[in-house]
């Protein structure tokens, strides 16, 4: 789990850019993103006290942002935009 506010997150941008991940949206807020190796992680975009948090269930260590949190939030992101928040 890391906040897009006070993670570093360039490098999971990077690492994301370079792994072209499959991302499907679940349900708003809910995605998979299939890992460079065929695992599937399972991503939650949501606010907890004001902050942006993102949760996947890879072994990436808390508070790290990880490529596949990254690669679901740029799907996140467009689907707000759609639905107006």
């Known amino acids: 789990m890391f906040s897009l ?3 570093n997150i360039q ?10 991940p499959k991302v499907k949206m679940i349900e708003f807020g ?12 399972t ?3 949501y606010r907890q006290f004001g902050e942006k948090i993102v949760e996947c ?3 990436t260590r ?4 990880c490529k ?7 799907l996140h ?3 707000a935009a759609q639905r107006g928040h």
């Not at 490098?11 to 072209?20: D, V």
């Not at 809910?30 to 992680?41: L, P, R, T």
Request: proline share 2%; hydrophobic share 45%; glycine share 8%.
């Open 30 to 41: 809910k995605y998979e993103v299939m890992g460079s190796k065929g695992n599937i992680y």
């Open 5 to 7: 506010e006070t993670a």
């Open 11 to 20: 490098t999971a941008i990077t690492n994301a850019k370079a792994l072209h």
């Open 57 to 59: 269930n890879c072994a």
């Open 43 to 45: 991503v939650r975009c």
């Open 68 to 74: 596949h949190g990254m690669a679901a939030v740029s």
């Open 77 to 79: 992101i467009a689907m």
């Open 62 to 65: 808390p508070g790290v942002a």
